[in-house]
C-alpha cells in the first residue's frame, strides 16, 4: 500500500492569514486528489491533479502536484472561517486503481 | 447535496444487535464504496462494488456483510458488532470508466456501538 502523509496533522489560523498544507509520498503517483469534509459531512471533491507540475486554482485555493508526482500542495489565500474543515489528499497509484487516503489536515479558521 | 444520500445519520447499537445502513445515489455511477472513518486514522476502504458485483473486499470482519441489489443502491448489514467498530461511515459512488475514479460521498452514518 502506498502511503500518503499529510502535514500539518493541525493548522489554527486567524480569518485573513495565508496557509499551505501538504501531503507526500515515496511512491509516485498517477493522479491525486483533493478533498473538504466539514462537520457532520462527508468528504467532498475540490480539485484533481494528473499531470506533473500541475498547478489549479479555485478561488482562493491553488493547488500543485509535485513535478515527480510524489507529493502536492494546497495553498490558501486570505483564510475565511468558511475554509473550515478537514483537508483530504488521496492519490491513484495508477490509472483505473482505487484510491489511498492520507489521515488529514483539520484547518480551524478563527474570526 | 452530493447526489449520495445516507440513512440513519446516527446510530447506537448494542453488540447483541442487528441493523443495517443504507446509502443511494443519485448520479448514475456505476461503483459504489463503504469506507470506515476512525479519529486519527485515513479513510479505510471496506468494499467496492462494481456494476453490482463485489470487486474489493479489504480483510473487512464477518460482521459486516454489504449488499448492492442495484447500481443505485447499497446496504451495510451489521451484527454482534464491537466498541472499536465505532466510527463515520461513508459511503461513496465513482464512474469506474473514468481514468481517476472520483469519489462522491454521502455524508455519513456516525455509529457507535455500546
Known amino acids: 500500500t502506498q502511503l500518503l502523509e499529510q502535514s500539518p496533522q493541525f493548522l489554527s489560523i486567524q480569518e485573513g492569514e495565508n496557509l499551505t498544507v501538504y501531503c507526500n509520498s515515496s511512491s509516485v503517483f498517477s493522479s491525486l486528489q483533493w478533498y473538504r469534509q466539514e462537520p457532520g459531512e462527508g468528504p467532498v471533491l475540490l480539485v484533481t491533479?494528473?499531470?506533473?507540475?500541475e498547478v489549479k486554482k479555485l478561488k482562493r485555493l491553488t493547488f500543485q502536484f509535485g513535478d515527480a508526482r510524489k507529493d502536492s500542495s494546497l495553498h490558501i489565500t486570505a483564510a475565511q472561517p468558511g475554509d473550515t474543515g478537514l483537508y483530504l489528499c488521496a492519490g491513484q497509484p495508477h490509472s483505473g486503481s482505487r484510491l489511498t487516503f492520507g489521515e488529514g489536515t483539520q484547518l480551524t479558521v478563527n474570526p | 447535496e452530493t447526489g449520495v444520500t445516507q440513512t440513519p445519520r446516527h446510530l447506537v447499537m448494542g453488540m447483541t444487535n442487528k441493523k443495517s445502513l443504507k446509502c443511494e445515489q443519485h448520479?448514475?455511477?456505476?461503483?459504489m464504496y463503504w469506507y470506515k472513518q476512525s479519529a486519527k486514522k485515513p479513510l479505510e476502504l471496506m468494499f467496492v462494488?462494481?456494476?453490482?458485483?463485489?470487486?474489493e473486499n479489504n480483510s473487512v470482519p464477518s460482521r459486516f456483510s454489504p449488499e448492492c441489489p442495484n447500481s443505485s443502491h447499497l446496504f451495510l448489514h451489521l451484527h454482534t458488532l464491537q466498541p472499536e467498530d465505532s466510527a463515520l461511515y461513508l459511503c461513496a459512488s465513482s464512474q469506474e470508466d473514468t481514468p481517476t475514479y472520483e469519489q462522491y460521498f454521502g455524508p455519513g452514518t456516525r455509529l457507535t456501538v455500546t
Open positions: 462494488y462494481s456494476l453490482e458485483e463485489r470487486v
Open positions: 448520479l448514475g455511477h456505476n461503483a
Open positions: 491533479v494528473v499531470t506533473g507540475g
